[in-house]
């Protein structure tokens, strides 16, 4: 393809906007015959060097597969003015994408957003990682948190692409979100194979959480725990949350006695696999835009596994 042409003297673009076409598929086909008929107007080299470079995506991720079988109600995308940008990170996975909301994985060790925004050398963060992918793609986008993951914590999060859905999700957040569940690896062996923890949690001058029977002093908050497997030292558990403060399994754990394994803040011994053992595996939630139901899932670290 021809670069865009450039009157003499005059600045070089900063940014050439993406021009994004929709290729429906209504019939059962492979991919370059799809994009040979979708595409009349262009030469068949030209075809070929969309695949080439980059420029196909086929629903939502981008191919190079020129014999990809599709199928109706597939979606097929090509970006005529230059290469998807496509998202790799070692620590962190998207795993579903849109106008509005962003659903990505963070792995431990990771903050959420910087703790402290007068340090002159940004730090590495989730929200720092995604915010320099979008802006890559497109140097108006933005990003917006909505909520956090402690950062020895993996597991899914949301981020919101625009104001409102920001504010959407945080002005309702008990009523948009419809589930959460983490995994969790507790010392010991539970007395009950299930139950609740229900305290009011409060936080000290030293930013510890802990349990008070103070409702003036403390926020409710219940946690819920099932257990999934369990060995002669530990166990496995699955925990949903009525509530969500800050650090409320890891406090509502060592109140029952059984602290997660690597959480020396919150009881724990010893740190076997040099992690917290927490997990956040589902979120489910209303879309803040078009209400539809969203149900993310990821696996269980298989580190965890080892501790059993």
Known sequence: MKPLARKPGAEKSRFVPDTIIDLPV???????PHLFDSLPQCKKQTVKDYLKHNQV??????????????????????????EFQVFYHPRMKIYYED????????????LSMSSDRRSKKEEITAYSILRDYLKRKDPRNKLFIVHRLDQQTSGLMMFAKN?????????????????????????????????????YLAENSAHEVYSTKNPEEGKLSVTRYRTIKASRKRTMVELSLDTGRKNQIRVHMKDLGHPISGDRR???????????????QTLRFVHPVTRKDMNFSSD?????????
């Open 266 to 280: 919150y009881g724990a011994g010893v740190s076997p696999i040099h992690r917290l053992a927490l997990h956040a």
């Open 99 to 110: 106008d509005d909301i962003i659903v990505a994985y963070k792995g431990y060790g990771l």
């Open 26 to 32: 209504e019939a059962e086909t492979t991919l370059l």
């Open 163 to 199: 104001l409102q859905a920001k504010e959407t999700m945080q002005h309702n957040w008990n009523n948009m979100v419809i589930e959460r569940k983490y995994v969790a690896v507790v010392e010991g062996c539970l007395e009950q194979p299930e139950g609740e923890v229900r305290s």
């Open 57 to 82: 995506m086929v629903n939502g991720n981008v191919s190079r597969q020129f014999d990809q079988p599709l199928k109706p109600g597939d979606d097929v995308k090509v970006n005529q003015s230059r």
């Open 300 to 308: 269980i670290p298989q580190a965890f596994q080892k501790l059993l």
